[in-house]
């Protein structure tokens, strides 16, 4: 099958068999979209939300008899839908009961099961970041098209249904758990709870649904709106009749996370039981959650005889239980793009292409990953994936956000580190406890710096919070990154829903409280260390400042008959001495004595357990990997990295090679790539992953070798288009029959275009010339970000990101980032129409496509290829040559190439990959 074409503004004319455009159900997305806000054009009132994937759900919903990822599905039985039930509707046969909907954008997907036949008729909208499906159904028709009846519910104000709409909210149940509930539970719950002597004014405030309901004054909190709530005006203080605690004022920060909790949508646990008392446990015991598949031993798998390449024996083995074919393999442009941007986030070259083209070896493409994994640009794709991960940002942010002038030797240490393949387990042990090593150089020294990058209340009063929470932001994101898990769910209590007891938690607190990042916290903002390195530049500067000091000496006692040029040479020696050496530094850690730590009751630090809770890991893995003992002279950092690195660990390969995975696919083989809990998802392929997990630590933890073992598998060379019965009985790709189209990050976006255009500097590592290198605050400076730098160097302040990082979806350098939410907002199509940085870019492949004296055709055809990767349809030659003429007409002459390579690099195949 050949390579689906498109017109000039990206609009695809196939269908989901690759032919040409059929009914609403066949039509791809991007095409139905504009297509049925055209049909919306004249609608006079707002809807609810923008348009999403028509065809995946009407796959899923319509699907009649289709099996989907767990089975087939008998008439009138529950359809399956995201890995839940959707409850069939009652409808007469044959009667479409779904042809009056509208998708919108915002709709948690596991939220789906809730909907019953009752409810199908409402409207469950719920804004988020995002985009995923909601269903309504219709109550009052608008218009009519081709693909049914277009309908409009207004937002029902209901407290229920907006209770509803955001319970399944992981992140947000996450933020809930976390700086919610233990507020209220300390602050409120003596006089609000069901513990409470005596309730006062009706008001339950232990429970989500106490909230919700409110008391003798009404509903506590309106879900989005916090201005109407009546929880944040008693928390603000701005009302005398109305101030909560009554006696003392929460801080500003937790009156923060209550307004910010409220703006979400109130999101909470869905399952009431989980409300319980903080510190008591309601999620399963260590010993049943031990049965959990992500804390069972990884197996030594048999590899299906269904194909050559292990990974496709597995994939192919579930397709065929379904009766299903996979897609046919991409044509060659399309390959070579799609994996020239998945290993170094830049497309081919011309050059690249035409080789690729001609070489018709049956070993050419893996020749192609060979090389793509051999170049510099590799370390800066995946190292920016990993730095997602580990929240790396050049400031503090929060409310002292200084600046971090040595984080970017972190930056610098993964870029080379994923460039030299180092095997992933001593890339663990460095990073956690790289300082301890017998004889620490500069690397392993650089590679702590990323426990110390979290954002840090710096001028928190109370220097014991101020700890604990440093020590809960680093077992959030080391938990999170390493483990797949959300073990800083269990500070203030239990986990409601793994098997982490509070105990756990303090036991891997107590680590980290032995450990310290911070050398003085009397001054506001508390003072960062920074390591000096053991380099043998920093002897040179040693030296030299020896020497100016003593030469400062020397000068103040030549100058002892003048009093005045005697105190100009002391005050400036003074200066010298109290800065330093210059020498060359980073953002590290150092052993603190050693402590154990006491649980601390709802996560306060004023109210302990008796007994303290000895320092070491969570008891769930121990029957699957023995745990270390922790040297009680040390902090337990040593012990904690080989722990994690422990070949019989369940989670550490398993969590890898999923992000592997979903680095190549756009999602995991578990879609929750940061979650392998009991709320996680599970693995669409088990034995694959347990595979691949086991063949990753039998190849030396190589992360480049796992990289090609996936990559020359047939399943990541699929064509992203499939037939009407995959695409039917499989909507969400599940099975992975297909590849799947993925839209670019921000980086690629930005770096692609300066590539195009030739103006990219390709420099590997380094400080950006300019930016901010001493302590000051810092909010961000435009210039910097017109260094033609990939977009890995340049600063990153987290309370002023460059414009482009979050229209493209990347906002919060504050937290741990699994992937990257792709949303399509109206932002970024403006951003791509009138940005500066695009325009002249524009200009410059204009420019260069003038210079050729093959005349207009055969420059679009060269810019086709510069831009796509692949030659232009004759059909696409002549719409470039009809705008062009278009444009001359209207006196545009000088500027209508320019417009062309503009409008293309503001399409969807520019910032799409098939």
């Given at each position: ?13 196939h ?7 059929g ?133 029902l ?36 709870s ?28 309106v ?38 909790w409220?703006?979400?949508g109130?999101?909470r ?21 031990a049965?959990?598949w ?52 830049l ?9 690729f ?26 190292g ?14 929060v ?15 993964v ?87 509070a ?45 100016k ?53 709802r ?47 369940p989670?550490?390969?398993r ?22 809990g ?64 993925r ?21 590997l ?25 990939r ?74 290829i ?49």
């Open positions: 099958m050949g390579r689906p074409r498109r017109r000039l503004f990206g609009r695809r004319r269908g989901t068999d690759g032919g040409e455009r009914g609403a159900a066949e039509s791809d997305p991007f095409l139905v979209i504009p297509e049925l806000r055209a049909a919306l054009g004249a609608v006079d009132r707002p809807l609810a939300g923008g348009l999403i994937d028509l065809r995946a759900a009407r796959g899923a919903l319509l699907g009649g008899n289709g099996e989907y990822a767990g089975g087939a599905a008998a008439p009138g039985a529950d359809r399956r839908f995201g890995g839940h039930l959707l409850p069939a509707p009652r409808t007469a046969p044959g009667r479409d009961p779904f042809r009056h909907l509208l998708i919108v954008t915002g709709f948690p997907r596991n939220l789906l099961p809730m909907i019953t036949d009752e409810k199908i008729d409402r409207l469950f909208y719920h804004h988020s970041t995002s985009p995923r499906l909601a269903l309504f159904k219709h109550r009052e028709r608008v218009t009519t098209s081709k693909f049914g009846d277009l309908t409009f519910v207004p937002m104000p209901s407290l229920i249904l907006m209770s509803l709409a955001v319970q399944g909210d992981a992140a947000g149940v996450e933020f809930y758990e976390k700086k919610v509930r233990p507020v209220l539970a300390d602050a409120c719950g003596a006089c609000h069901a513990s409470a002597k005596r309730l006062k004014g009706g008001l339950l405030l232990d429970t989500p649904e106490g909230l919700l309901k409110g008391g003798d004054t009404g509903p506590a909190v879900p989005g709106k916090p201005d109407e709530s009546l929880l944040i005006k008693a928390v603000r203080w701005q009302d005398p009749e109305l101030q909560m605690p009554p006696k003392k004022r929460l801080p500003e920060a937790a009156v923060a996370d209550l307004v910010r409220v703006t979400m109130a999101p646990p869905a399952d009431p039981a989980a409300a319980a008392p903080p510190g008591r446990l309601t999620g399963p015991t260590p010993e049943a959650g049965k959990h992500a804390f069972r031993p990884i197996r030594d798998v048999a590899v299906p005889p269904k194909a050559p390449h292990p990974v496709d024996a597995f994939l192919l083995a579930s397709l065929e239980a379904r009766g299903l074919s996979p897609a046919p393999e991409a044509d060659r442009p399309t390959l070579l793009r799609r994996v020239t941007f998945d290993l170094t986030g497309p081919p070259t011309p050059e690249e292409l035409q080789a083209l001609e070489d018709k070896a049956p070993d050419a493409f893996e020749r192609v990953v060979d090389r793509l994994l051999a170049s510099p640009r590799y370390g800066e794709r995946w920016r994936h990993w730095l997602d991960l580990v929240r790396y940002a050049d400031s503090n942010g409310d002292e956000d200084v600046n971090h002038p040595h984080a970017w030797r972190y930056r610098d240490y870029i080379a580190s994923f460039n030299q393949d180092k095997p992933y387990d001593r890339f663990i042990t460095e990073q956690v406890a790289g300082d301890l090593a017998a004889v620490p150089d500069a690397e392993s020294i650089i590679a702590t710096g990323w426990l110390a990058l979290g954002p840090k209340m710096l001028a928190e009063p109370d220097l014991e919070k101020m700890k604990m929470d440093i020590a809960d932001e680093q077992i959030d994101v080391l938990s999170k990154t390493f483990l797949g898990l959300t073990v800083s769910c269990a500070r203030c209590h239990d986990h409601k829903f793994d098997p982490i007891r105990a756990d938690y303090y036991a891997l607190a107590g680590i980290f409280r032995s450990t310290s990042l911070i050398t003085d916290y009397k001054p506001r903002p508390a003072i960062l260390f920074e390591a000096v390195l053991p380099i043998p530049a920093n002897e040179d500067i040693r030296a030299e400042f020896g020497r000091v003593a030469g400062l000496k020397q000068e103040i006692a030549a100058a002892a008959a003048d009093p005045k040029k005697t105190k100009e040479l002391q005050e400036q020696l003074k200066k010298v001495e109290a800065d330093g050496a210059p020498t060359h530094r980073a953002m590290s850690l150092m052993e603190a004595a050693p402590r154990d730590l006491a649980v601390h009751i996560g306060s630090h004023l109210a302990l357990a008796k007994e303290v809770t000895p320092r070491g890991f969570p008891k769930v893995f121990e029957a699957a990997v023995a745990p270390p003992a922790v040297d009680p002279k040390r902090s337990g950092r040593a012990e904690l990295a080989a722990w994690l690195v422990d070949p019989a660990h989670l550490t390969a969590v890898m090679v999923n992000r592997i995975w979903q680095g190549h696919f756009g999602e995991g083989i578990v879609r929750t790539a940061s979650n392998f009991l709320k996680g998802e599970a693995p669409s392929h088990p034995e694959l992953l347990d595979w691949l997990s086991k063949e990753f630590i039998r190849q030396g933890w190589s992360v480049k070798r796992m990289h090609r073992l996936i990559l020359t598998s047939a399943a990541y060379r699929r064509s992203s288009a499939a037939d009407a019965t995959l695409a039917a009985k499989d909507p969400e790709n599940r099975l992975l029959g297909r590849q799947n189209r839209r670019l990050e921000a980086e690629p976006i930005r770096d692609a275009l300066l590539f195009i255009s030739g103006a990219l500097d390709l420099t590592g380094g400080h950006v010339k300019g930016a901010p290198q001493g302590k000051s605050y810092y909010r961000g400076d435009e210039e910097h970000y017109q260094v033609p730098r977009t890995v160097y340049l600063p990153m302040p987290r309370q002023k990101p460059y414009e482009l990082l979050p229209i493209f979806d990347y906002s919060d350098m504050a937290v741990h980032l699994d992937k990257r939410p792709a949303t399509i907002v109206a932002q970024q199509a403006l951003f791509m129409l009138n940005n500066a940085l695009v325009r002249r870019q524009a200009k410059a492949v204009a420019e260069s496509l003038r210079r050729g004296d093959e005349g207009d055709d055969g420059r679009a055809r060269r810019a086709w510069r831009l796509f990767s692949r030659p232009p349809a004759e059909e696409e030659v002549r719409a470039v040559l009809y705008h062009l003429e278009r444009f001359r007409k209207q006196g545009l002459a000088d500027s209508a190439w320019t417009n062309v390579v503009h409008a293309l690099m503001a399409s969807n195949e520019f910032l799409f990959v098939d």
